[in-house]
Nanobody, 122 residues
Framework: QVQLVESGGGLVQAGGSLRLSCAASGSVLSIGGMEWYRQRSGTRRELVAG????????YADSSVKGRFTVSRDNAKNTVYLQMNMLKPEDTAVYYC???????????????WGQGTQVTVSS
């Protein structure tokens, strides 16, 4: 079964760091552009950052610039979100999304992970 598996969430104090991982598992041959979204309680899911297949990173949320870093390891079909200087307002469920996955069964588009909870205490 092809899926995106997120890990690395948890509880951290303000000012701390977490590193989220999103690994494509199953018969995945390669991953395309990837994004990280987050959904705060009672709000809609919003784009945080993305990274293209050419390893170009972009940050849609200005509040994370300088604090979050998105990266990828194509050999491991994994994308990361390094989060530093965390604030209570970063508390959310974080989701990764794949624009495209190339698998042994063909291409898959718009694939979501199950989400990982990040809680930042003040």
């Amino acid at each position: 079964q092809v899926q995106l598996v997120e890990s690395g969430g948890g509880l951290v104090q303000a000012g701390g760091s977490l590193r989220l991982s999103c690994a494509a598992s199953g018969s995945v041959l390669s991953i395309g552009g990837m994004e990280w979204y987050r959904q705060r309680s009672g709000t809609r899911r919003e784009l945080v950052a993305g990274i293209t297949s050419a390893n170009v990173a972009n940050y849609a949320d200005s509040s994370v610039k300088g604090r979050f870093t998105v990266s990828r390891d194509n050999a491991k079909n994994t994308v990361y979100l390094q989060m530093n200087m965390l604030k209570p307002e970063d508390t959310a469920v974080y989701y990764c999304n794949a624009d495209r996955l190339e698998t042994a069964y063909g291409s898959m588009y718009d694939v979501w992970g199950q989400g990982t909870q990040v809680t930042v205490s003040s």
